[in-house]
């Protein structure tokens, strides 16, 4: 009986993360690892068909993500993604007081970016394009709830990346933008520390705090008079300040929308909205009585002071991606038209709303041998299903790999490919075994996963040729399939901004094969063409290619 080894895994990653703590620098020994060190064995290598088709992603959960994306960002071997991000703001105290005679100072956005430090320079991990977009935030009035009505069990409500709650509702964009509260033509990210600044007894400006690189906005200008003051402050010792539930209904968020605009092509960004640093702070300066009386004479005089203070909102509540994509004919035409039968002579791989690759291990070969006749080459089982039922290998596997070669004929000169792709179990909708037992993690990027899922890499020909390609390692998977007879199950193959970011947000509709979308996708915009299972070129068609050695029995 076929046996489905998703328990397994679940149960393995637990003491897979205790156990491994080696660097992306480990030497590992690709071919030959059980083999005893014997020169007299000879390990021999062979390829299988594995049939790969293209298969669009339709729009999935995206609340609830590692990060969300902000900004324009146009592919041209694809077409255009815009992602808004829609988030609600969630006070850091209740039935505040504000004191007397409150004056509003500032009221400052800050939201930093995912950066890192190399050289002394700052890098943003996750920038695409080098163009300004054009930005504006509003006020939100759309209701954000947090419970779905339809459910049976109060299951947390849903929100979807096309700008739905389900296949019934959507998010009304007339009530997503409210009133206009920031807008800059010309917007891009800057990798540049902030650097906050005060004044000490004497006047003299000191250094305060320093920022990791961030979008840092005032929201004051342009606004109908006291905007802030009356959303908030009027507000004091009112209901609508007194909870998370009633503020939420009182205010409901804001909306960040991101537009072309005539410099080029955009740039779309990775934001941390789940930071402690990011939050909307009112600024605002109060005054204190302090009554004293003297001893000698008993009069009583107050005496009044002047202090600062802040009212913190933070994105604590619902957050939400929404993509408007414009792809072009010609990719749309070519994944929903995908040939499942005979695999496609290319593969496209586009993260977030895109596309991605189906694998199947073993497929059919032109002579109508399956995997059944291409399984006995490895094992032979005698008196199967019975009591008495053996198992005898006749091939151990030392690695089994395949390799994705980009079709650079079907891409811009100039295209930015990406540097991951990643796959996993359809069925389960989890990672291979392989992924958890690989140990591999690069501690300045915090990048892992090298073994398993080789970063791109360029092989150079004979004839001093470069070609492009991945390579994935299914050593473990094939090992369980052969020995311990688990299904030969579908796979799906994604591009991936961080194979480490593996939760699958689940789609909008039932789909029979695909359970879920893989965060790292969710959150790459970046797409590339590789050469499939029917390729022309048959020296870069996808194949799966195994090293063994022969058991002599």
Known sequence: MKKNYSSLIKGFVFISVLNFTFSCDEDYTEIGADVVNNQDILIQNQSYPAKTHNKRIMPFQSNGLPGYLLGHYNDPNFGSTSSHFLGQLTPSTYNPDFGNNTVLDSVVLTIPYFSRVDDDINILD????????NLSIHKNNFFLRNFDPGSDLDESQAYYSNGTMSSLETLNNIDLEGQLIYSDSEFIPNNNDITLVTRDEDGEILTSETLSPSLRIKLEDNLPDNFWENLIFDKEGSDELSSANAFYNYFRGLYFKAES?????????????????????????????????DQSTGEITDEITERQGSYDLRFSGNNITIFDNDFSSSFLDIINNANENEGDQQIYLKGGEGSMAVVELFSQDEDGNDFDDFISDFREIF????????RVIKRLINEAYLEFYIDESAMQADSDYPNRIYIHDLENNIPLIDYFEDPTVNTTTSDSKFYHLVPLTTETDEEGNEHKKYK??????LKNIIVSDFTNLKLGLFVS??????????????????KGIPSGSVLSPKGIVLHGSNSDNAIKRVELKVYYTQINN
């Open 126 to 133: 996750s920038l695409y394009g080098d163009s300004s977009i």
């Open 261 to 293: 605009n005539s410099s080029g092509n955009g740039s779309l960004v990775q934001m941390d909205f789940g930071s402690a640093n990011a939050h909307l702070k009112l600024h605002y300066t109060y005054e204190t009585t302090t009554t004293t009386t």
């Open 497 to 514: 901004s961080n194979v480490g970011a593996t939760n699958p947000q689940k789609l909008l509709d039932y789909d029979s094969l695909i």
């Open 383 to 390: 008196n199967e299903g019975e009591p008495d039922e053996e």
């Open 472 to 477: 994935v390692r299914l050593t473990k998977h």
